[in-house]
């Protein structure tokens, strides 16, 4: 595939909208991404809250996703992508959907190609967030949630540097990706993100 046959123009900024965050954990994806669906009413799919909800509720697909999540690891491609695929179908996902991260594996970006070019919705922008180390843990420490404790927390910035950071080149080569430094309050960072919604769609 030509790099850029998936989006050769940025579109219009409309209600169609398909956007991936991107960004190590603590860089705010969740919070952006809710703060961008507000934005643009569009629907937001997190995987990592995904996989929480099927913990919780002691499914097969959560105590799978359970046994690496514990650990600070991925969970499997075919995993993530099966919540994915039966997600992007339903009927608030059509207009547009924020993308909180999936995908973090190059494999994860290929499937998700595919079935985006599949569905003729292509991707519109991918924002990758980033902060230092640092600022990083000290937010996930005082967030507290279970994968948020010092070993895990270093586990899963090894994990993202490996598996996930590849994914820059991946979308900068096709031209829809765009880098936001994540440090700053909330609103500062979000201001970022429009000022540069805005630029892309001038
Ligand atoms: P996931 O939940 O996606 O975790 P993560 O990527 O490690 O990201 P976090 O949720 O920790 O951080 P975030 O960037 O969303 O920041 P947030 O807004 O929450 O995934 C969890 C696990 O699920 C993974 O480790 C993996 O096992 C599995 N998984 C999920 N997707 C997968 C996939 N595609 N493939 C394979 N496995 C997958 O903010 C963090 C904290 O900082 C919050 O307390 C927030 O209030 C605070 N904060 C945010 N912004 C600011 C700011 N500007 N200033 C101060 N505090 C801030």
Do not use: W
Request: aromatic content about 6%; charged content about 30%.
């Amino acid at each position: 595939m030509a790099p850029d046959a998936l989006n050769p123009v940025l579109r219009p900024l409309t209600p169609f909208m398909r956007i991936v965050f991107l960004g190590p954990p603590g860089s705010g994806k969740g919070t952006q991404a809710e703060r961008l669906q507000d934005y643009l009413h569009v629907a937001h799919l997190s995987t990592g809250e995904a996989l929480r909800r099927a913990v919780t509720a002691n499914t097969a697909l959560g105590r799978e996703a359970d046994r690496f999540m514990k650990l600070g690891h991925l969970v499997p491609d075919d995993v993530v992508f099966g919540v994915v695929a039966e997600r992007i179908v339903d009927k608030d996902c059509i207009p547009g959907c924020l993308f909180d991260g999936f995908p973090r594996t190059v494999p994860q970006a290929e499937a998700f190609d595919r079935l985006l070019i599949e569905r003729r919705t292509p991707l519109d922008l991918v924002i990758a967030l980033d902060a230092t180390e640092p600022v990083l843990t000290e937010r996930l420490l005082s967030r507290g949630r279970p994968d948020d404790k010092p070993d895990t927390i270093r586990e899963r910035f090894r994990q993202y540097a490996e598996q996930t950071e590849p994914l820059l080149d991946y979308y900068r080569e096709r031209g829809i990706l765009r880098q936001i430094g994540a440090e700053g309050t909330p609103d500062e960072v979000f201001e970022r993100i429009r000022a540069t919604l805005g630029r892309v769609t001038s």
